[in-house]
Protein backbone atom coordinates (compact mmCIF):
# COMPACT_ATOMS: atom_id res chain seq x y z
CA UNK A 1 0.00 0.00 0.00
CA UNK A 2 1.14 3.28 -1.06
CA UNK A 3 2.13 5.47 2.37
CA UNK A 4 0.32 8.49 2.55
CA UNK A 5 1.30 12.17 2.51
CA UNK A 6 0.95 15.34 5.01
CA UNK A 7 2.00 18.47 5.08
CA UNK A 8 1.82 20.69 8.49
CA UNK A 9 1.34 24.23 7.71
CA UNK A 10 2.71 25.67 11.17
CA UNK A 11 5.62 24.26 13.47
CA UNK A 12 3.72 25.65 17.08
CA UNK A 13 2.56 22.99 19.47
CA UNK A 14 -0.58 22.21 17.87
CA UNK A 15 0.98 21.72 14.35
CA UNK A 16 4.19 19.51 15.79
CA UNK A 17 1.93 17.15 17.56
CA UNK A 18 0.12 16.32 14.64
CA UNK A 19 2.90 15.59 12.75
CA UNK A 20 4.31 12.90 15.45
CA UNK A 21 1.06 11.63 15.58
CA UNK A 22 0.43 11.12 11.85
CA UNK A 23 4.46 10.01 11.55
CA UNK A 24 3.36 7.61 14.04
CA UNK A 25 0.56 5.63 12.13
CA UNK A 26 2.68 5.66 9.12
CA UNK A 27 2.10 8.98 7.57
CA UNK A 28 5.34 10.52 5.53
CA UNK A 29 5.43 14.42 7.23
CA UNK A 30 6.35 17.09 6.26
CA UNK A 31 5.97 20.21 8.82
CA UNK A 32 6.30 23.93 7.00
CA UNK A 33 7.25 26.86 9.33
CA UNK A 34 7.56 30.27 8.18
CA UNK A 35 9.90 31.31 10.74
CA UNK A 36 13.27 30.98 10.53
CA UNK A 37 13.68 28.75 13.55
CA UNK A 38 11.14 26.91 16.23
CA UNK A 39 12.31 29.64 18.65
CA UNK A 40 9.88 30.31 21.32
CA UNK A 41 10.70 33.23 23.53
CA UNK A 42 9.09 34.03 26.94
CA UNK A 43 6.49 32.21 27.46
CA UNK A 44 5.14 28.95 29.54
CA UNK A 45 2.16 26.91 28.50
CA UNK A 46 0.04 25.10 31.39
CA UNK A 47 -0.64 21.64 30.12
CA UNK A 48 -4.16 20.06 31.55
CA UNK A 49 -4.30 16.13 32.46
CA UNK A 50 -6.26 15.80 29.14
CA UNK A 51 -3.45 17.33 26.95
CA UNK A 52 -1.00 14.88 29.25
CA UNK A 53 -3.27 12.13 28.08
CA UNK A 54 -3.08 12.91 24.48
CA UNK A 55 0.45 13.23 24.97
CA UNK A 56 0.51 9.72 25.92
CA UNK A 57 -0.51 8.61 22.65
CA UNK A 58 2.37 9.77 21.24
CA UNK A 59 4.91 8.71 23.49
CA UNK A 60 5.87 11.94 25.54
CA UNK A 61 3.42 12.36 28.51
CA UNK A 62 5.71 11.04 30.95
CA UNK A 63 8.66 13.13 29.69
CA UNK A 64 5.70 16.33 30.03
CA UNK A 65 5.00 15.33 33.39
CA UNK A 66 8.44 15.36 34.66
CA UNK A 67 8.80 18.86 33.62
CA UNK A 68 6.13 19.52 36.57
CA UNK A 69 6.53 21.84 39.66
CA UNK A 70 6.23 19.02 42.53
CA UNK A 71 3.36 19.97 44.93
CA UNK A 72 2.16 23.03 43.11
CA UNK A 73 -0.36 25.40 44.82
CA UNK A 74 -2.08 27.45 43.28
CA UNK A 75 -3.99 30.39 44.73
CA UNK A 76 -6.10 33.55 43.86
CA UNK A 77 -5.38 36.70 45.79
CA UNK A 78 -6.02 40.35 45.45
CA UNK A 79 -4.00 43.12 44.84
CA UNK A 80 -2.54 43.62 48.32
CA UNK A 81 -2.40 39.80 48.58
CA UNK A 82 -5.15 38.71 50.87
CA UNK A 83 -5.82 35.48 50.00
CA UNK A 84 -9.19 34.13 47.91
CA UNK A 85 -9.35 30.69 47.44
CA UNK A 86 -6.58 27.99 47.07
CA UNK A 87 -5.68 24.39 45.77
CA UNK A 88 -3.07 22.45 44.34
CA UNK A 89 -2.15 19.46 42.46
CA UNK A 90 -2.96 16.71 44.20
CA UNK A 91 -6.64 18.04 44.18
CA UNK A 92 -5.94 18.49 40.28
CA UNK A 93 -5.05 14.79 40.69
CA UNK A 94 -8.56 13.56 42.85
CA UNK A 95 -10.54 15.46 40.59
CA UNK A 96 -9.10 15.24 37.02
CA UNK A 97 -6.65 12.21 37.13
CA UNK A 98 -3.42 13.92 37.02
CA UNK A 99 -1.56 17.32 37.75
CA UNK A 100 -1.44 20.33 35.99
CA UNK A 101 1.98 20.79 34.41
CA UNK A 102 3.92 24.19 33.73
CA UNK A 103 6.22 23.94 30.45
CA UNK A 104 8.29 26.26 28.62
CA UNK A 105 7.02 26.20 25.23
CA UNK A 106 10.59 26.16 23.89
CA UNK A 107 10.90 22.53 25.97
CA UNK A 108 8.21 21.41 25.04
CA UNK A 109 8.66 21.97 21.09
CA UNK A 110 12.47 20.72 21.13
CA UNK A 111 10.60 17.80 22.72
CA UNK A 112 8.17 17.63 19.65
CA UNK A 113 10.53 17.92 16.93
CA UNK A 114 12.99 15.01 18.55
CA UNK A 115 10.46 12.57 18.07
CA UNK A 116 10.33 13.94 14.03
CA UNK A 117 12.23 12.46 11.43
CA UNK A 118 15.47 14.99 10.71
CA UNK A 119 14.66 15.78 7.64
CA UNK A 120 10.22 16.64 8.21
CA UNK A 121 10.76 20.54 9.67
CA UNK A 122 11.38 22.77 7.29
CA UNK A 123 12.27 26.50 8.85
CA UNK A 124 12.18 29.51 6.54
CA UNK A 125 9.47 28.04 4.37
CA UNK A 126 5.87 29.91 4.02
CA UNK A 127 3.09 28.37 2.50
CA UNK A 128 0.28 29.25 0.59
CA UNK A 129 -2.83 26.87 -0.06
CA UNK A 130 -3.38 26.41 -3.55
CA UNK A 131 -5.97 23.99 -3.76
CA UNK A 132 -7.42 22.04 -1.29
CA UNK A 133 -8.04 18.79 -2.86
CA UNK A 134 -10.72 16.47 -3.26
CA UNK A 135 -10.72 13.81 -0.71
CA UNK A 136 -12.97 10.97 -3.31
CA UNK A 137 -10.33 12.03 -6.06
CA UNK A 138 -7.23 9.90 -6.23
CA UNK A 139 -5.97 12.63 -8.97
CA UNK A 140 -6.82 15.22 -7.03
CA UNK A 141 -4.14 15.80 -4.04
CA UNK A 142 -4.31 19.00 -2.03
CA UNK A 143 -1.57 21.96 -3.11
CA UNK A 144 0.87 23.97 -1.59
CA UNK A 145 2.87 26.69 -2.46
CA UNK A 146 6.30 27.41 -0.78
CA UNK A 147 8.34 30.96 -1.15
CA UNK A 148 12.12 30.51 -0.90
CA UNK A 149 14.44 33.57 0.13
CA UNK A 150 15.04 34.51 -3.52
CA UNK A 151 11.11 34.28 -3.96
CA UNK A 152 11.10 31.30 -6.40
CA UNK A 153 8.11 29.18 -5.57
CA UNK A 154 7.59 25.10 -5.40
CA UNK A 155 4.46 23.58 -5.48
CA UNK A 156 3.74 20.41 -3.16
CA UNK A 157 1.24 18.08 -2.87
CA UNK A 158 -0.21 16.02 -0.60
CA UNK A 159 -3.16 13.22 0.88
CA UNK A 160 -3.68 15.55 3.63
CA UNK A 161 -2.90 19.54 4.82
CA UNK A 162 -2.78 19.82 8.26
CA UNK A 163 -3.56 23.81 8.63
CA UNK A 164 -1.80 24.99 12.26
CA UNK A 165 -1.44 28.21 11.06
CA UNK A 166 -2.37 30.57 14.01
CA UNK A 167 -5.13 32.66 15.12
CA UNK A 168 -5.12 34.80 11.56
CA UNK A 169 -5.04 31.56 9.30
CA UNK A 170 -4.73 32.12 5.76
CA UNK A 171 -5.79 28.88 5.06
CA UNK A 172 -9.07 29.07 7.09
CA UNK A 173 -9.69 32.34 4.79
CA UNK A 174 -9.73 30.41 1.89
CA UNK A 175 -11.54 27.51 2.97
CA UNK A 176 -14.45 29.32 4.53
CA UNK A 177 -13.78 33.22 2.87
CA UNK A 178 -17.46 34.33 4.89
CA UNK A 179 -16.65 33.24 7.74
CA UNK A 180 -16.63 36.53 10.38
CA UNK A 181 -12.30 36.76 11.80
CA UNK A 182 -11.23 36.29 15.15
CA UNK A 183 -12.62 39.30 17.20
CA UNK A 184 -10.32 41.22 19.68
CA UNK A 185 -11.39 40.08 23.34
CA UNK A 186 -10.98 43.05 24.78
CA UNK A 187 -8.00 42.48 26.83
CA UNK A 188 -4.37 42.15 26.21
CA UNK A 189 -1.26 40.10 27.71
CA UNK A 190 2.31 40.48 28.51
CA UNK A 191 4.01 37.35 29.42
CA UNK A 192 7.93 36.73 30.53
CA UNK A 193 9.81 34.29 31.79
CA UNK A 194 12.52 35.33 34.33
CA UNK A 195 15.47 33.01 34.64
CA UNK A 196 16.61 30.85 37.50
CA UNK A 197 19.76 33.03 38.83
CA UNK A 198 17.39 35.87 38.45
CA UNK A 199 14.38 34.07 39.98
CA UNK A 200 16.33 33.05 43.29
CA UNK A 201 14.22 33.94 46.64
CA UNK A 202 11.35 35.78 44.57
CA UNK A 203 8.70 33.18 45.27
CA UNK A 204 8.65 29.70 46.62
CA UNK A 205 9.17 27.18 44.01
CA UNK A 206 6.07 24.83 44.37
CA UNK A 207 3.54 27.94 45.01
CA UNK A 208 1.42 29.72 41.86
CA UNK A 209 -1.14 32.56 41.89
CA UNK A 210 -3.47 34.36 40.24
CA UNK A 211 -4.42 38.26 41.63
CA UNK A 212 -7.44 39.77 40.11
CA UNK A 213 -7.56 43.39 40.64
CA UNK A 214 -9.67 46.17 38.49
CA UNK A 215 -9.59 45.70 34.91
CA UNK A 216 -6.92 42.78 34.73
CA UNK A 217 -4.80 40.06 36.54
CA UNK A 218 -1.26 38.53 37.15
CA UNK A 219 -0.33 35.50 37.03
CA UNK A 220 3.16 33.80 38.65
CA UNK A 221 3.90 29.75 38.22
CA UNK A 222 7.08 28.57 39.07
CA UNK A 223 9.03 26.27 36.39
CA UNK A 224 10.76 22.73 37.41
CA UNK A 225 14.36 24.03 36.92
CA UNK A 226 13.94 27.18 38.91
CA UNK A 227 12.38 29.64 35.88
CA UNK A 228 9.56 31.52 36.72
CA UNK A 229 6.33 32.33 34.16
CA UNK A 230 4.88 35.32 34.92
CA UNK A 231 1.46 36.59 32.68
CA UNK A 232 -0.58 39.80 33.29
CA UNK A 233 -3.81 40.98 31.19
CA UNK A 234 -5.64 44.40 30.95
CA UNK A 235 -8.94 45.54 29.73
CA UNK A 236 -7.16 48.24 27.07
CA UNK A 237 -7.43 49.11 23.50
CA UNK A 238 -5.92 46.76 20.80
CA UNK A 239 -2.46 47.68 19.39
CA UNK A 240 -0.36 48.71 22.03
CA UNK A 241 2.31 45.86 21.32
CA UNK A 242 4.08 48.65 18.27
CA UNK A 243 7.84 48.19 17.95
CA UNK A 244 9.73 50.46 20.59
CA UNK A 245 7.23 50.83 23.27
CA UNK A 246 8.60 50.00 26.99
CA UNK A 247 6.39 47.40 28.00
CA UNK A 248 8.26 46.46 31.12
CA UNK A 249 7.56 49.95 32.21
CA UNK A 250 3.84 49.59 31.01
CA UNK A 251 3.62 46.56 33.65
CA UNK A 252 5.21 48.62 36.24
CA UNK A 253 2.76 51.43 36.05
CA UNK A 254 -0.18 48.93 35.93
CA UNK A 255 1.06 46.20 38.54
CA UNK A 256 4.30 47.51 39.84
CA UNK A 257 2.13 48.61 43.03
CA UNK A 258 0.83 44.77 43.73
CA UNK A 259 1.59 42.62 46.41
CA UNK A 260 5.39 40.45 46.51
CA UNK A 261 6.94 39.13 44.38
CA UNK A 262 5.45 41.31 41.35
CA UNK A 263 7.15 44.02 41.80
CA UNK A 264 10.59 42.25 42.70
CA UNK A 265 9.91 39.93 39.05
CA UNK A 266 9.37 42.85 37.11
CA UNK A 267 13.07 44.49 38.52
CA UNK A 268 14.31 40.94 37.28
CA UNK A 269 13.29 41.06 33.86
CA UNK A 270 14.69 42.86 31.18
CA UNK A 271 12.54 45.19 28.62
CA UNK A 272 13.24 43.30 25.94
CA UNK A 273 11.67 39.60 27.15
CA UNK A 274 8.50 40.66 27.99
CA UNK A 275 5.86 39.78 25.17
CA UNK A 276 2.76 41.43 24.64
CA UNK A 277 -0.20 40.06 22.26
CA UNK A 278 -3.45 41.21 22.20
CA UNK A 279 -6.10 38.63 22.84
CA UNK A 280 -8.55 37.55 19.99
CA UNK A 281 -11.28 34.58 20.41
CA UNK A 282 -13.02 32.80 17.82
CA UNK A 283 -16.61 35.16 17.05
CA UNK A 284 -18.40 31.97 15.73
CA UNK A 285 -17.62 28.62 15.32
CA UNK A 286 -16.72 27.70 11.65
CA UNK A 287 -19.58 25.16 9.95
CA UNK A 288 -16.87 22.44 9.68
CA UNK A 289 -12.87 21.66 10.75
CA UNK A 290 -12.02 20.24 7.32
CA UNK A 291 -12.54 20.89 3.78
CA UNK A 292 -11.12 19.14 1.20
CA UNK A 293 -8.17 17.33 2.08
CA UNK A 294 -7.32 19.94 4.17
CA UNK A 295 -7.89 20.16 8.43
CA UNK A 296 -7.74 22.95 10.32
CA UNK A 297 -6.13 22.49 13.72
CA UNK A 298 -5.43 25.11 17.47
CA UNK A 299 -5.84 28.57 17.11
CA UNK A 300 -6.59 28.31 13.24
CA UNK A 301 -10.00 27.06 13.59
CA UNK A 302 -11.38 27.92 17.46
CA UNK A 303 -9.01 30.52 19.01
CA UNK A 304 -10.15 31.67 22.60
CA UNK A 305 -8.88 33.87 25.83
CA UNK A 306 -6.15 32.51 28.16
CA UNK A 307 -8.38 31.98 31.11
CA UNK A 308 -8.49 28.43 31.06
CA UNK A 309 -5.29 27.74 29.84
CA UNK A 310 -6.65 25.15 27.24
CA UNK A 311 -5.93 27.41 24.23
CA UNK A 312 -2.45 24.69 23.71
CA UNK A 313 -4.42 21.60 25.36
CA UNK A 314 -7.23 22.06 22.89
CA UNK A 315 -4.92 22.13 19.63
CA UNK A 316 -3.01 18.65 21.44
CA UNK A 317 -6.46 16.76 21.99
CA UNK A 318 -6.99 18.27 17.86
CA UNK A 319 -3.86 16.65 16.88
CA UNK A 320 -4.14 13.19 18.60
CA UNK A 321 -7.90 12.81 17.30
CA UNK A 322 -7.34 13.82 13.86
CA UNK A 323 -4.28 11.26 13.95
CA UNK A 324 -6.34 8.40 15.15
CA UNK A 325 -9.23 8.80 12.83
CA UNK A 326 -6.72 9.36 9.77
CA UNK A 327 -5.49 5.17 10.25
CA UNK A 328 -3.58 4.34 7.25
CA UNK A 329 -6.61 2.38 6.08
CA UNK A 330 -8.94 4.98 6.31
CA UNK A 331 -11.30 6.28 4.31
CA UNK A 332 -9.97 9.98 3.67
CA UNK A 333 -13.99 11.83 3.74
CA UNK A 334 -15.25 9.86 6.78
CA UNK A 335 -11.81 10.48 8.58
CA UNK A 336 -12.20 14.09 8.34
CA UNK A 337 -16.11 14.05 8.97
CA UNK A 338 -15.65 12.04 11.87
CA UNK A 339 -12.69 14.81 13.40
CA UNK A 340 -14.97 17.44 12.55
CA UNK A 341 -17.88 15.75 14.89
CA UNK A 342 -15.88 15.26 17.31
CA UNK A 343 -13.80 18.07 17.93
CA UNK A 344 -16.39 21.18 16.61
CA UNK A 345 -18.70 21.10 19.79
CA UNK A 346 -16.31 20.88 22.26
CA UNK A 347 -14.08 23.24 21.49
CA UNK A 348 -16.82 25.70 20.88
CA UNK A 349 -18.33 24.69 24.62
CA UNK A 350 -14.30 25.71 25.70
CA UNK A 351 -14.02 28.87 23.67
CA UNK A 352 -17.14 30.36 25.37
CA UNK A 353 -16.65 28.62 29.03
CA UNK A 354 -12.84 30.94 28.95
CA UNK A 355 -14.43 33.79 26.99
CA UNK A 356 -17.25 33.86 30.02
CA UNK A 357 -13.99 33.90 32.75
CA UNK A 358 -12.46 36.31 30.43
CA UNK A 359 -15.04 39.09 30.85
CA UNK A 360 -15.20 38.17 34.49
CA UNK A 361 -11.23 39.06 34.93
CA UNK A 362 -12.15 42.73 33.18
CA UNK A 363 -14.63 44.53 35.60
CA UNK A 364 -13.12 47.67 36.26
CA UNK A 365 -15.38 49.43 39.07
CA UNK A 366 -13.84 48.91 42.75
CA UNK A 367 -17.66 47.98 43.75
CA UNK A 368 -17.72 45.05 41.54
CA UNK A 369 -14.51 43.31 42.11
CA UNK A 370 -14.81 43.62 45.66
CA UNK A 371 -18.01 42.13 45.18
CA UNK A 372 -16.28 39.34 43.06
CA UNK A 373 -13.05 39.05 45.28
CA UNK A 374 -16.18 38.07 47.74
CA UNK A 375 -18.01 35.76 46.32
CA UNK A 376 -14.25 33.80 44.92
CA UNK A 377 -13.51 33.79 48.67
CA UNK A 378 -16.98 32.89 50.21
CA UNK A 379 -17.28 30.06 47.54
CA UNK A 380 -13.30 28.78 48.08
CA UNK A 381 -14.84 28.42 51.96
CA UNK A 382 -17.64 26.11 50.72
CA UNK A 383 -16.11 24.53 47.97
CA UNK A 384 -12.18 24.31 48.32
CA UNK A 385 -11.80 22.96 44.60
CA UNK A 386 -13.25 25.97 43.30
CA UNK A 387 -10.07 26.86 41.13
CA UNK A 388 -10.50 23.61 39.12
CA UNK A 389 -14.33 23.48 38.49
CA UNK A 390 -14.05 25.54 35.73
CA UNK A 391 -12.31 22.57 34.41
CA UNK A 392 -14.95 20.06 35.08
CA UNK A 393 -15.88 17.97 31.79
CA UNK A 394 -12.90 19.76 30.12
CA UNK A 395 -9.16 18.19 31.98
CA UNK A 396 -11.07 14.55 32.42
CA UNK A 397 -11.37 14.75 28.69
CA UNK A 398 -9.66 11.18 27.40
CA UNK A 399 -8.33 10.35 23.65
CA UNK A 400 -10.45 7.75 21.50
CA UNK A 401 -8.74 4.57 21.37
CA UNK A 402 -8.36 1.86 18.84
CA UNK A 403 -11.26 -0.76 19.08
Known sequence: MRQRTAIVIGGGIGGLTAAVALDRRGWRVTVLERAAALEPVGAGIGLAPN????????????????MAARH???????????????????????????????????????LLVGRLPATAVRTGTPATLVDPGDPLRD?????VRTT?????????????????DGIHSAVRRTLFPDHPAPRY????????????????????????????GPGGLWGTLPLHDGRIYAYATAAVPPGGGRPGVDQRAELLRRFGSWHRPIPELLAAVGPDAVLRNDVHAAAAPPPAFHHGRVALLGDAVHPMTPNLGQGGCQAVEDAVVLAHEA????????????YTRQRLPRTTAVVRRSGRIGRLTTWRSRPACALRGALVAATARLAPDLALRALDGIADWRPPTAP
Open 51 to 66: AQRALDTIGVGDTVRA
Open 72 to 110: LTGEIRRPDGRLLARTDNAAAVRRFGGPVVIAHRADLIA
Open 139 to 143: DRPAR
Open 148 to 164: APDGATTDLTADLVVAA
Open 185 to 212: AGFTTWRFVVPAAGAAGLAAPDAAHETW
Open 327 to 338: APDAALPAALAA
